[in-house]
């Protein structure tokens, strides 16, 4: 180990003891303390802490732990490239004494019962898993993963099992279809339980006006779901150049354009929470009454509030469909037709406006913006068979999804 990594590594225990030893939470002696790694689903550990009552609900912020493992780790493993179990011994091991370290501190703090993760396939976690086993507490999955596209549910489940296969003690997914997926990656039933979407009770149970801070007044709303160049398209697809850049750049130029034309509306460009893109969109497409937001934490205010939402592939346009909201599906892209059957089928939803040309995507906004409305209204046939495409994806958004989770959580509480 060379100086300069030694120092990094130093450097790194450092930040995580000041970091752990920052956490603002009281402990309740008489309860168990459930531990949330979040990984960028905020709105789910809101959801699940605001019904919580019976533990100890501690969230800590993994990428912050995390970040000194890549010390540790060569740049095809971080990347799921390889199989996780390709990194040497030597280097998984000296991470899972930093792991040891990391779980140690938050024991002695807080007395850990269980942890909870969106994911076990990340390269930072498995040693993190090996340790609490050592000390007895389980790790149980939320997958907030729940719309996986056609070609990924046979092509990234290959990936998992073969790479970074199911190693936690059990997992909640969103509906039967996502069952199925985790099946194929070799997880049996008796490790599965369909919970549902936890934030979906956001939508039920919360009504923030957060975005009205990012402008001067507050105005009717429209979103616009941004997303990255490559979303959804398959890496050997990717490597060979396809994009989304051309319909992406139109949809971004159009909407600023519009709010523009539409100074008594705010318009939001949200883009995904790790999309690399967030400071050039920042950059380019802000103004009085337009706003290029990050982050994981207003994607249901936004479905709540907005009175037209534009996307494309995102799990906002499921979440606006359950909640009647008027959608607009962009699917113009020259590159969308070789791609339609590997996509999620948004262009074939019911219930919303899918829109394959970029001409008929401005003559639908502008007669929006004049009042003319008429293209978002549906009949009962239509309105039946968009909440069955939904329940294809969401178990039961009723209000009562975390509210399922802790009635069952305890089965796996030391």
Known sequence: ????????????????????????????????????LNHFYDQDLRALANANSDYNFIVVDAPQLARGGKLYYDSDVIRMEVPYSDTSDKNRLMWRDECRYIFDSLNRRFNIDIIITPSDIFWWIRELITVAKENGVKTVVIDKEGLISP??????????????????????????RQRQY???????????TILGQPRSDLFHHEHNRVVDSYFQTPQPLITFFSYEDTAYIPPYLIKQG?????MKKQTHDFVYELSKRN???????????????????QERYSGDNIA????????????QRSELII?????????????????????????????????????????????????EFKIVCTDFFTGDTARFEFDDKAIQARDAFVDTYLYRPDGRVCDRFFATIGRFVG
């Open 1 to 36: 180990m060379n100086a300069t990594t030694f120092a990094k590594k130093h450097i790194y225990r450092q930040l995580v003891k000041k970091y752990i030893s920052g956490l603002d939470y009281t402990i309740d002696p008489t309860k168990k303390t459930i531990l949330a």
């Open 151 to 176: 070609f990924d549910f046979d092509a990234e489940a290959k990936r998992i099992r073969e790479r970074a296969p199911f190693m936690s003690d059990h997992i909640y997914v969103w509906s039967d």
């Open 182 to 192: 985790w099946n194929k990656i070799g997880v049996s039933d008796d490790k599965i």
């Open 242 to 246: 396809l994009t989304w850049q051309v």
């Open 263 to 281: 100074p008594h509306y705010n318009f939001v460009i949200k883009t995904h929470p790790q999309q690399s893109d967030l400071a050039a969109l």
């Open 292 to 303: 290029v937001i990050g982050g994981a934490q207003i994607a249901n205010e936004l479905i």
């Open 311 to 359: 996307a494309f592939q995102t799990t906002g346009v499921i979440e606006a469909m359950f909640m009647n909201r008027r959608v607009i599906y962009t699917y113009w892209d020259p590159n969308y037709e070789q791609l339609r059957d590997d996509v999620l089928p948004y262009h074939d939803a019911p219930g919303i406006i899918p829109i394959g040309d970029f001409n």
